[in-house]
């Protein structure tokens, strides 16, 4: 649908036709259609939704619309939205409002939504608990297909899946899962206890997230149960989820490696004082470290005025450290985050890494022999160029491979090891290490 019939409609006052036009549209791309609405049109096109697709709709919105949708929307209106949402869907709109909505929301949430919203928000912001729904088909193993059948449509229409079904004994500990793939093809007679599964995979409510979303990776899943200590179940995990903290911690990680602290908020609607704020710290930090680079280069004065020539090689030298460090820092940021990459690999990473920074060294270090040779025609100088230029790609692959498995050690973020503060220790490694060999061959 395009944008401007929606204008044009609602403009024209045309609800009738608007409404026609709704009826079929996919949730997600009328989510879309919000942003180029002002606030008086996005209430008449969120009133003129179908019931059943508003609270749909209303959790693809993004934090800043939803908060004015609000603040248009009456006490029943809103009542019908919030109950209507999946609680982990709720759950995650309240945590981005303010205090004064969410005040507004709870107060309009019945007792059983708002007791359930209560309790989830208890959990950690990075525990499974934290991103499951109580909203799942529950079993019991004596029942047989034909009674399976009869509650899941009984019961399904408000639950997050039907596919993945969950038996629970009378304590609701967790005895086994069968899907509705495994219910058709069984006799209408059969017990589900006879059917179900009980190999079944699980995740503790304290469990890091980052940990679960790579259980659903590794074992390709649509859902995962999520249990207590003590084995009841309370609730599910599904795959929407997991693709939605996979996107936070990818761009978690994104922000990090550029030393900015990360931002849930839209670059468009933040302030300017904010977002200087969340770069300034690391900026700061690099700079100080530049200023101890520059006091290298102070230090070696003496040969620099001796040997001038050594001058118009030093941003070759620290650009190429810098990038052969942030090539493996890379390569194992992205090792460790997919779970191909542990802490127990980091004999075998370093002795791979020497190996490769060896002959990518060897090759640039050659190349710069020949050229500054054929360049400035003193063979002493290119040697000193070419070797300081084969030990500074050691360095920098070394401690690019190095630094982020030791923040996994001290259990920080390795993606805060990654190129600027790399760059900055090989560039000061690799000037030591140039004008030491540059004094020792010159």
Not at 3 to 27: F, G, M, P, R, Y
Not at 48 to 74: M, Q, R, Y
Not at 85 to 98: H, R, Y
């Amino acid at each position: 649908m395009e944008t401007v019939s929606i204008i044009q409609l609602i403009e024209s006052k045309q609800h009738k036709e608007l409404k026609e036009h709704l009826a079929d549209a996919n949730a997600f791309d009328l989510a879309e259609e919000f942003e180029n609405l002002n606030r008086e049109q996005q209430a008449i096109l969120f009133r003129s939704l179908p019931k059943d697709a508003a609270a749909n709709v209303f959790s693809h919105l993004p934090a800043e619309t939803k908060e004015n949708l609000i603040g248009l929307l009456t006490d029943p209106e809103l009542s019908h939205i919030v109950n209507d949402l999946f609680l982990d869907d709720a759950v995650d709109f309240i945590e981005e409002m303010p205090a004064n909505v969410v005040k507004r929301v709870l107060k309009n949430a019945s007792e059983d939504t708002r007791k359930q919203i209560n309790q989830l928000l208890q959990y950690h912001e990075d525990s499974a608990g934290s991103i499951m729904t109580t909203e799942y088909v529950d079993l019991r193993e004596e029942m047989t297909v034909e009674e399976a059948f009869a509650r899941i449509r009984r019961v399904g229409m408000d639950k997050e899946t039907i596919y993945t079904c969950y038996v629970v004994d009378g304590k609701r500990v967790l005895d086994g899962v069968v899907t509705v793939r495994t219910l058709l093809l069984a006799n209408a007679a059969d017990r589900v206890g006879d059917v179900m599964s009980t190999n079944v995979l699980c995740a503790a409510t304290g469990d890091d997230r980052e940990a679960v979303a790579a259980i659903f990776q590794k074992y390709d899943l649509i859902a995962l149960p999520v249990v207590d200590t003590g084995g009841h179940l309370v609730g599910i995990i599904t795959v929407d989820d997991v693709m939605e903290v996979l996107e936070e911690e990818n761009t978690e990680d994104f922000y990090k490696m550029a030393a900015i602290e990360p931002s849930d908020d839209p670059y468009l609607t933040s302030g300017v004082l904010e977002i200087a704020k969340k770069r300034i710290f690391w900026l700061l930090v690099l700079m100080i470290s530049g200023i101890c680079t520059g006091g290298i280069i102070t230090h070696y004065e003496e040969v620099l005025q001796n040997l001038p020539a050594l001058i118009a090689s030093i941003p070759m030298l620290m650009d190429t450290g810098g990038n052969a460090g942030a090539q493996s820092s890379t390569v194992i940021i992205r090792g460790m985050a997919i779970g191909e990459l542990h802490l127990s690999d980091g004999l075998r990473i370093l002795w791979k890494e020497l190996r490769v920074s060896a002959l990518v060294g060897i090759v640039l270090g050659m190349f710069n022999v020949a050229y500054k040779w054929l360049v400035s025609g003193d063979p002493r100088l290119a040697v000193a160029i070419g070797v300081s230029l084969f030990t500074t790609v050691i360095l920098a692959k070394t401690i690019g491979s190095m630094l982020p498995l030791l923040a996994k050690w001290l259990k920080a973020d390795p993606a805060l090891m990654a190129a600027p503060i790399i760059t900055t220790l090989v560039d000061a490694g690799g000037l030591i290490v140039y004008f030491s060999i540059a004094s020792l061959i010159l």
